[in-house]
């Protein structure tokens, strides 16, 4: 994955109904470790990473670069969006678009938090962004990411079988109504 190319990074904090998503901090470390160690969190995604590797490589602020926003919920992290730039996807349809991704801590699960703030970031990068279309690729057996694209807007562009599952690649386009 690669940058989005010029965009002014940080970005004023995103405000929705209920949330703010940020730049990540210091104060968030904890979080995306624990998010990025959580079986539950990494069951679609190639299993949970070891959580002594991640507290020894994870760096003081995490994920700090354009298009990783904090999903912030009355002062604390309960997830992370990601927009990145495609450039060694495995389907050609999406190579050199923003892909988008998205993880939440399962007692998040269930409020409508990621449809906000993946909607939030969508309107943000078509902001940056005007006129470029995005991509999602979630596999089908994760019913959730299924139901939360269809939310977003994201229509099929094709399935394929990848990491011993079938995938399902979304796009979106500017103008696509999100919720």
Known sequence: MDDLGLVAWPPEPIRTGRLVLREPEVRDRAVFIELLSSPEVNTYLGGPRRRDELERETPEVPERWPGSFVVDL?????????????????????????????????????????????????GWFDGVRPGEPVVLTTQTANLGSMRLAAKLGFTEVERFVAWGAEQWLGMWSPGTPSS
């Open 74 to 122: 009355d002062g604390a992290m309960i997830g992370q969006i990601l927009l990145r730039r495609a450039t060694g996807h495995r389907r050609p349809a999406a190579v050199g678009k923003a892909d988008l991704g998205y993880l939440f801590l399962p007692q998040a699960w269930g409020f409508g938090y990621a449809a906000e703030a993946c909607a939030a970031a969508l």
